[in-house]
């Protein structure tokens, strides 16, 4: 017995340390090596890689729900999702979509480079842009949960019957594409430093990660501030009046100003997913539900 209350006690702290600790991790992990003279971007995803780690780990020791580990189909299209759409997409955007407006704007005279606060702290404009940059997502995500021809494209990411880490990244390119648009071009014609970025960048993914993982956690006064696993997993119920709510992509802070926040008490989110269970699952077939009308009910 003495065991078993021993074990249940190390559960608890890691469910409520694991997300603070993995999260401050990443962060130092970054500063240790851009202090030994890493570029930001290296020393970036080298944190967002052990945070991933991490993540897998803690899903593998102390998983919330056993019936969610994926299936070696479901990995090999999030895996595809992760490279082609979250890694690929956004390099080549930033190449050609970036790289074209910037020189419109520098033609035509416009300075908005000029606008951000670039001499403030490193810490204060991460935590700016971490606020900016969800007040657009939270409306388009809202957006996409509205109009059906929207919904249509993000049935995508509804489509997992279970949450495990890799799943984050299922998106349907054209949705990245718009996400891309309201939350990242805007900051990158506004100049904000490639460190800036860099520390957003750790905490969007690692806390992304955990967002969707199969992590047990308990974040406590933390779920009124991050978007987090507890929040994000009624976001996933195939119940619309569950899955309707929290929007929020690493904040949860909008969700709570405009009355979408939803954490009930005393039970768990159901079954998750589209409420067509036979919704293809593959990653070239989603290349092409969005546009076969009505496959997404």
Known sequence: MSDQRSVSAVSRIGAA??????????????????????????????????????????????????????????????????????????????????????????????????????????????????AAADFPRYWLHRAFHRFSWMWRLHAVHHSPLRLYWLNVGRFHPIEKAMQYAADTLPFAL???????????????????????????????PLNYLVSGPELHRWHHSMLPEESDRNFGNNLIVWDVLFGTRFLPQGREVGALGLRNRAYPPGFLAQMRTPFVKGLER
């Open 17 to 130: 340390a694991s997300y603070p600790a993995v999260v401050g991790a990443g962060f130092a992990v970054y500063a240790a090596l851009t202090s030994l003279g890493w570029d930001v971007r290296p020393a970036s995803y080298a944190a967002v890689v052990m945070g991933a780690a991490l993540v897998t780990l803690h899903e593998a020791r102390l998983p919330h729900r056993r019936e969610w580990r994926p299936s070696v189909g479901d990995v090999r299209a999030d895996a595809a999702y992760l490279a082609a759409v979250q890694a690929a997409l956004p390099l080549l955007l930033s190449f050609t979509l970036v790289a074209a407006l910037a020189g419109l704007l520098e033609r035509r005279g416009w300075q908005a480079s000029g606008l951000w606060p670039g001499d403030w702290p490193v810490a204060a404009q991460a935590a700016l842009l971490l």
């Open 190 to 220: 506004l100049g904000v430093a490639p460190e800036v970025l860099a520390v957003y960048f750790v905490f969007y993914a690692v806390n992304g990660f955990f967002q969707h993982s199969n992590c047990e956690v308990r974040l406590g």
